[in-house]
């Protein structure tokens, strides 16, 4: 069964740091991989997403993230944080004929001024 | 585009009462998805359609949760009876399959309380 590991349950970073939110996956065969973030009240929104070829994905606001197959790991990068990006940050894996999601638990993000 | 519509946003109800939360796709999107957030479990899928036709109902917690699309705009999700554990954020996503790639689009969710 697939499964999606997301092992900082939270980050805190000053704005204009770099930030890096880890997510690792489990799954048979090839993976269609997502992220997703969440304001406070908010669904979710889609930042980026991973189905084949280039294996450095660019999303929306400045967002990207690389696909390793060898280490199974799908992590999500931002070179300059910014106040707004404060939120709840959610790596899935889509599997199944409409790929379906599984998600990770998710990782909070804090901004510090 | 209007994106996904969920109604309800917040529904407070007393255990025992039925609940009824709405959504409405992305027009022309042909896979509609119900998840349910909560603290203990995050995210998880209850129920997906394809076309309209319920595909993979497995996630469905118990027989007092059930789910219909009656038309490619419109789905509902039903609790009868609710419980406390019931309450939760329930998301409603869509999306559209090509070749196998179709990325979901949520709604904004609806908050359910179950007192």
């Known amino acids: 069964a697939q499964s999606v590991t997301q092992p900082d349950i939270h980050i805190t970073v000053s704005e204009g740091a770099s930030l890096e939110l880890r997510c690792n996956y489990s799954?048979?065969?090839?993976?269609?991989l997502f992220w997703y973030v969440q304001s406070p009240g908010q669904g979710l929104q889609l930042l980026l997403k991973?189905?084949?070829?280039?294996?450095l994905v660019q999303g929306i606001k400045g967002f990207e993230a690389e696909f390793k197959r060898s280490q199974s790991s799908f992590n999500l990068r931002k070179p300059s944080v910014h106040w707004s990006d404060a939120a709840e940050y959610f790596c899935?894996?889509?599997?199944?004929?409409?790929?379906?999601?599984?998600f990770g638990s998710g990782t909070q993000l804090t901004v510090l001024p | 585009d209007a994106g996904v519509i969920q109604s309800p946003r917040h529904e407070v109800t007393e255990m025992g009462q039925e609940v009824t939360l709405r959504c409405k796709p992305i027009?022309?999107?042909?896979?509609l998805f119900w998840y349910r957030q909560t603290m203990m479990r995050g995210l998880e899928l209850l129920i997906y359609?394809?076309?309209?036709?319920?595909?993979?109902d497995s996630g469905m917690p118990e027989d007092r949760f059930s789910a219909k699309m009656p038309n490619a705009s419109f789905s509902t999700l039903k609790i009868q009876p609710s419980e406390p554990r019931d309450s939760a954020v329930y998301f409603c996503?869509?999306?559209?399959?090509?070749?196998?790639?179709?990325?979901?689009?949520f709604g904004p969710g609806t908050r359910l309380t179950v007192l």
């Open positions: 991973y189905f084949s070829g280039d294996t």
């Open positions: 996503a869509s999306s559209i399959q090509r070749e196998g790639r179709g990325e979901q689009f």
């Open positions: 799954y048979g065969a090839t993976p269609y």
């Open positions: 899935a894996v889509g599997f199944g004929s409409a790929r379906q999601l599984t």
């Open positions: 359609f394809n076309n309209n036709v319920p595909i993979d």
């Open positions: 027009s022309g999107h042909n896979s």
